[in-house]
C-alpha cells in the first residue's frame, strides 16, 4: 500500500521559504510521477507541481514558476518542494499526490494522497 507523509509546513512571513517534505513508501515508484497540489479554504483542489520519478520531465503552474522547485535527493526519499518568494495567496494546505503512467495537472487521476501539511503566509 502506497503511503505518502507530508512535513515541513508552517507560518512565514511574505518573502520568506519553506521546504516541504513527502515522504513515500509502500513499493517502488519507477513510472510513478509524484506532484504537490494545494487547497486553500473555500477553494478547489489546485496542480501546483509534479515531477516523474526520474526526474526527467516536471511541470509547473504558472502561479508558482520561478519561486517554486520539486526535487529529489538522485534516488533517494523523499520528494521536497522549495518554496521560495512565498505570496500570502500561497496560503493553503498541500498535499503531496502519486499517480502511476501518468504525467498531468488533474488531481483526479492521481491515485494516492497524503494528509497535508498546512503552509500560511502573512503579509
Known amino acids: 500500500q502506497v503511503q505518502l507523509v507530508e512535513s515541513g509546513g508552517g507560518l512565514v512571513q511574505a518573502g520568506g521559504s519553506l521546504r516541504l517534505s513527502c515522504a513515500a513508501s509502500g513499493r517502488t515508484f519507477s513510472g510513478y510521477t509524484l506532484a504537490w497540489f494545494r487547497q486553500a479554504p473555500g477553494k478547489e483542489r489546485e496542480f501546483v507541481t509534479a515531477?516523474?520519478?526520474?526526474?526527467?520531465?516536471?511541470l509547473y503552474a504558472d502561479s508558482v514558476k520561478g519561486r517554486f522547485t520539486i526535487s529529489r535527493d538522485g534516488a533517494k526519499n523523499p520528494v521536497y518542494l522549495q518554496m521560495n518568494n512565498l505570496k500570502p495567496e500561497d496560503t493553503a494546505v498541500y498535499y503531496c499526490?502519486?499517480?502511476?503512467?501518468?504525467?498531468?495537472?488533474?488531481?483526479?487521476?492521481?491515485?494516492?494522497w497524503g494528509q497535508g501539511t498546512q503552509v500560511t503566509v502573512s503579509s
Open positions: 499526490a502519486a499517480a502511476r503512467y501518468y504525467f498531468g495537472t488533474d488531481y483526479r487521476d492521481y491515485n494516492y
Open positions: 515531477a516523474t520519478w526520474s526526474g526527467s520531465s516536471s
